[in-house]
């Protein structure tokens, strides 16, 4: 059935933004999200308290890619509009699609830049706190995915890399 559609598909005298608002139209929508591992000097992790997490607030950085952005452009954002930091990107680790939740989710690594702390944290409507924890010594409060998150970003980067 499938390669008659297919075969139909090629054949039918649609062209060029009707056939792409087609196929818009008809594809399952998704939700892109960025999220970063930011590990400081020291290895530790930087975890945000979010006000609208419940009885689990605590989790990495991240957020909502905005049209016309790339992932990249989009954790930058996320990570200084929620603790006023500016951090670098030092690599792409993993990404996963949630299909109960219609949601794709990047994870990066990243770093502070040369000068920038938590110094400049404010809270704010989102974040009520930033703080940065050892791995072993994570808050409670963090939900099973965060963490299991935070443990893919970990593997994926490397013993030798997280200690950095």
């Known amino acids: 059935m499938q390669d008659k559609l297919i075969w ?3 054949r039918l005298p649609i062209r060029g933004r009707w056939r792409t608002a087609i196929v818009w139209l008809l594809s399952p929508k998704f939700v ?11 290895g530790r992790i930087l975890l945000l308290k979010h006000t609208y997490r419940g009885k689990k607030p605590w989790g990495l950085p991240g957020g909502g890619l905005k ?3 790339s992932l990249e452009e989009c954790l930058l954002r996320e990570v200084c509009e929620e603790t006023g930091m500016k951090v670098e990107i030092t690599k792409y ?13 990047m994870i990066y690594s990243c770093r502070p ?10 809270p704010n409507a989102e974040i ?16 099973r995915g965060q963490q299991m998150l935070i443990d893919v970003a970990l593997a994926q980067l490397g013993e030798d890399e997280a200690q950095r």
């Open 8 to 10: 139909l598909w090629a």
């Open 32 to 42: 892109v999200g960025v999220t970063g591992l930011v590990l400081d000097d020291e």
């Open 67 to 69: 049209p016309g952005e």
């Open 93 to 105: 680790l993993s990404g996963a699609a949630h299909y109960d939740r219609r949601l794709v989710d």
């Open 113 to 122: 830049l040369p000068g920038e702390s938590l110094a400049v944290f404010k």
């Open 128 to 143: 009520a706190q930033a703080r940065w924890f050892h791995r072993d010594a994570l808050p409670t409060s963090i939900t």
